[in-house]
């Protein structure tokens, strides 16, 4: 994928995890979604598929939370590891091919992810957040992220970031893999600032001048930030997928509130009108949602 298409908004597929677990898939340990790559590559492709039956233009990867320490972990070789994260994209691209076509975005998920103990949200990464800390998360994602950027996935979706040093790491890499494109998407403490206290606008600028970094914006965030999260992004296409809009209980593992479809179809329209170019849903958004969004849009 060279470029987003001219004057159109793309549809970013839903929350592939709040899909599976609609389909009866515990995803309740350290490997996530990523541990149905082996134990059920059917119910992903069939997840890809309903979000582009829905109207969605681009399908996410099941790669967020694979990586080969974490399978290797489970007693699989390197190359076991290795070949269920590139089925991550196979099943994706067998899916859009089923829809009649599609875009496929290889998942990049943060560090955080991987260590399951919620820094996703924070960007408090320890000792990896020193001097270094750009360094160090380079060489943590390098693998995953040639494997995924030779697997013939469209663009890279570098998702969930939240600290600015690991925005650092991850272009480093874009820069190791010419031809190679993605969008950098953060989780956001508020309307101006990445998890990590970083201002949206300092992210962006750093992005911006890249050729190769198609958007930036935020996901895994609430929807009330989104149009001030919008308008922090100058320079490059605006990306947004946020959650549902319930609100997660850690200590209860539960979510509260109401995620009304309509309704986040009804903001993703003047999240277009703010000047975002890719719209979707995260966390606890379904294909109805993404079939709202592509009402709304249209």
Same mark, same amino acid.
């Given at each position: ?83 269920? *994260?590139?089925?991550?994209?196979? @099943? &994706?691209?067998? #899916?859009?091919?089923? =829809? $009649?076509?599609?875009? !496929?975005? +290889? ?86 600032? *990445?998890?990590?206290?970083?201002? @949206? &606008?300092?992210? #962006?600028?750093?992005? =911006? $001048?890249?050729?190769? !970094?198609? +958007? ?83």
């Amino acid at each position: 994928m060279d470029a987003l298409p001219a004057g159109r908004t793309l549809v970013l597929d839903g929350g592939l995890a709040t899909r599976l677990e609609d389909f009866g898939c515990d995803l309740g340990d350290e490997l996530w979604s990523a541990r149905l790559l082996h134990d059920d590559p059917a119910v992903i492709r069939r997840a890809h598929r309903d979000f582009f039956a829905a109207g969605a233009d681009v399908a996410i990867t099941a790669s967020y939370q694979a990586g080969v320490p974490a399978f290797t972990a489970r007693g699989f070789t390197r190359a076991e590891a290795r070949a269920l *994260i590139a089925r991550s994209v196979e @099943l &994706a691209a067998q #899916a859009r091919d089923e =829809a $009649g076509g599609g875009i !496929v975005a +290889a998942s990049i998920g943060p560090y955080g992810a991987a260590l399951a103990d919620g820094s996703e949200y924070t960007g408090d990464y320890g000792p990896a957040a020193g001097a270094d800390a750009a360094d160090f998360l380079a060489d943590w994602h390098r693998e995953r992220w040639h494997l995924l950027a030779e697997s013939g996935a469209d663009l890279l979706a570098c998702e969930t970031i939240p600290s600015y040093a690991e925005a650092r790491a991850l272009l480093g890499l874009l820069e190791e893999t010419p031809g190679v494109r993605a969008w950098f998407s953060f989780s956001c403490a508020d309307g101006e600032r *990445i998890s990590d206290g970083t201002p @949206l &606008a300092e992210c #962006a600028a750093l992005l =911006a $001048g890249h050729a190769r !970094v198609l +958007a930036v914006g935020a996901n895994c965030t609430a929807p009330r930030h989104i149009p001030d999260l919008i308008a922090r992004v100058r320079g490059v296409p605006a990306v947004v997928y946020p959650n549902s809009g319930e609100t997660w209980d850690p200590t209860a593992r539960t979510w509260s509130g109401r995620g009304d479809p309509d309704d986040f179809g009804a903001a993703a329209r003047e999240w277009q009108r703010a000047g975002a170019r890719l719209i979707g849903g995260c966390c606890r958004t379904t294909p109805e949602h993404i079939r709202r969004i592509r009402a709304h849009l249209d």
